[in-house]
């Protein structure tokens, strides 16, 4: 037997007994890969090379941009920013059937874009429409089902603390080339879920919002602007040099800051102290993940697991979209219990070679792996947007599930889209020369 076989099974065994016991996936993490060093290689070196191993996973520059960025979110959440983006996102889609629906789900994009967060869009926006949509007469399983199908474009489209993580553990690749190639199949993501919702919402005789005038455009409008501008001044900063993607963090802090405290005026001097410790509990969660999922990614690469099921994947098949496919499969199969940074953080190191050995670009398969594991966002048993989007709109997960197919299966659709079409993925960073 192995010691690549010996070390992946101890993984995979162990990690699986300790997530269906309740333990905690950190946890689950340390404990399984320990077991893997004991076991297949050294006692000796398990104390010491798991310490090390911590360390390096987190001592990175560019690891600084997440608690920044989560910082960012948090604030964006508690400053009111999401109402000005519901009624700028009403100015667009105002004139068509099921309005509020579309409504939901342009406010999911910009303000997932803004936050970075699918969980805070679900939320905030959810928040918001589901009572303008419940008055107008909605089904509530339905914008439930629009509200939740919506929400992960965030977590494609940029800044994005996934698309950070995948650069960190893909070996540094380019975090600007990666904010661009997430912007076409977010958007994609999301208009596609939109064309769902008219023909469903068209179905039902939901009708288009009464028509804004010209004045109160103009006022929505500019009222939306400061919170627009951050994503302008953020990405455009990044991509024009000016700063780099970390910094780029602790200027999204910096301007939501000043937009909510003194623009907005919806956050309080006093409320600051809880935002910062509920961004140091997530930043805490997400750099623990990072240094324990070190030690795996360590003993993987030292037993030779990935170059293993490499082997295993190409006795399978050669064929580049046979193997894509089969890696869409058990990406989709993981996402619905595992949460997406341990996910990316596993899978990565584990994929990323064998996409690589036929040529596939690490900024296409970033995009493809964050896209898969996105849907897991939205799925039981471990679907926190799922759960966030279904008490937000007070109805229960099992009445949610029908009206959510229509939704998964144009998902999917854009999931082979992206995958299949590289183009999807590298235009956007080719155009501007990041790749």
Known sequence: MSIAFTAGLIILVTLLILLLSGVPISISLAVSSTLAIVTSLSFDITLLTGAQRIFSGISTFSLLAIPFFILAGRIMNNGGIAIKLVNFAKLITGRVSGSLAHTNAVGNMLFGAISGSSVAACAAIGGVMAPLEEKEGYDKN????VNISTAPTGLLIPPSNSLIIYSLVSGGTSVAALFMAGYIPGILWGLCCMVVAFFIARAKGYKSSKSVSFKEGVKVFIEALPSLLLIVIVIGGILAGIFTAT?????AVVYSLILSVCFYRTIKISDIPKILLESAEMTGIIVFLIGVSSIMSWVMAFTGVPA???????????????????????????????????AILIFTPIFL???????MDP??????????????????????????????????????????????LVIIIVLLLVTYIPQLSSWLPKAMGLI
């Open 353 to 359: 070679p064998i996409c690589q050995s036929f040529g």
């Open 142 to 145: 339905f914008s439930a089902a």
């Open 247 to 251: 910094e780029g963090s602790v200027v």
């Open 363 to 408: 900024v296409h398969f970033g995009i493809m792996l964050v896209f898969n594991l996105c849907i897991g966002n939205i799925t039981p048993p471990v679907g926190n947007t799922l759960f966030i989007g279904v008490k937000t709109a007070k109805t229960r997960i099992e009445d949610v599930i029908r009206p959510l197919l229509p939704f998964y």
């Open 308 to 342: 293993a099921i490499a082997d295993v994947l190409l006795k399978v098949s050669d064929n580049k979209l046979v193997i894509l496919l089969i890696m869409n499969i058990v990406l989709l199969i993981v996402g619905t219990f595992m949460d997406l940074t341990p």
